[in-house]
């Protein structure tokens, strides 16, 4: 995957300040796309989805925006908390065949207090 | 309800020595099963997938191997451990072929070589 070999970056925020995480992703086919959060030491957890039929989609103070023109996502937090502090993945699939999700590079978003 | 059990949680083992990794899925009927690595403050590198009993895909090749006895059981093994190895090793599980749903993780292996 394009994530081997490459740090992850890092996203600092302070308490209660909006985070904007940034992904791209790399087939223009893709029509499905996750973000997923993973805390130390544990694997990654769902937080929201969106379909290529889709460009915005609305969660509990998540949103994820999609531009397929320029093959990017976005996930957007609001009023981050220090609970929200972990490593955030986009995946991407495509359907049709077997599915396999592949994943972007992560961020590393940590909240300060 | 579907629960995925990975274990053990860490492991460390000496340099040359076997490795097998267990992970069953519960809840759920022919899953698409996946083996990913995780280096330390890197991503996921997908290492083994599998559709179904005894069907395995290799995405990376190295010094592991998978292998899928029962519907619900994924393997991760390795014969002589390298240094390499060390990782966080996480197995996924989703439903469906060619369906728009997302993979569920299990908790990891932590693998230290030394």
């Known amino acids: 995957g394009e994530s081997v070999g490459l740090h992850l970056p890092t996203l600092s925020v302070q308490e209660g300040d909006n985070s904007i995480i940034n992904c791209a992703y790399s087939n223009s086919a893709s029509d499905y796309f996750i973000w997923y959060k993973q805390e130390s030491g544990k694997g990654p957890q769902f937080i929201i989805d969106i379909r290529s039929n889709m460009d915005k989609r609305q969660g509990q103070r998540v949103t994820v925006l999609l531009n397929k023109t320029v093959k990017h996502l976005s996930l957007q937090i609001a009023a981050t908390q220090p609970g929200d502090s972990a490593v955030y993945f986009c995946?991407?699939?495509?359907?049709?065949?077997?599915?396999?999700?592949?994943f972007g590079r992560g961020t590393s978003l940590i909240v300060h207090p | 309800s579907q629960t995925i059990h990975q274990w053990p949680a860490t492991l460390v083992q000496p340099v040359g020595s076997p490795l097998s990794l267990e992970c069953t899925v519960e809840g759920t009927s022919n899953p698409n099963l996946y083996w990913y690595r995780q280096a330390a403050g890197r991503g996921l590198q997908l290492l083994f997938y599998?559709?179904?009993?005894?069907?395995i895909s290799s995405e990376v090749p190295q010094n592991l191997s998978a292998s899928r006895p029962q519907d619900r059981q994924f393997i991760l093994s390795s014969k002589k451990l390298l240094l390499s190895d060390s990782g966080f090793y996480l197995c996924?599980?989703?439903?469906?072929?060619?369906?728009?749903?997302?993979?569920?993780f299990g908790q990891g292996t932590r693998l230290t070589v030394v």
């Open positions: 996924a599980w989703s439903v469906g072929i060619g369906s728009n749903t997302e993979a569920f």
């Open positions: 599998s559709v179904g009993i005894g069907q």
């Open positions: 995946a991407e699939m495509l359907s049709g065949g077997s599915y396999i999700p592949t």
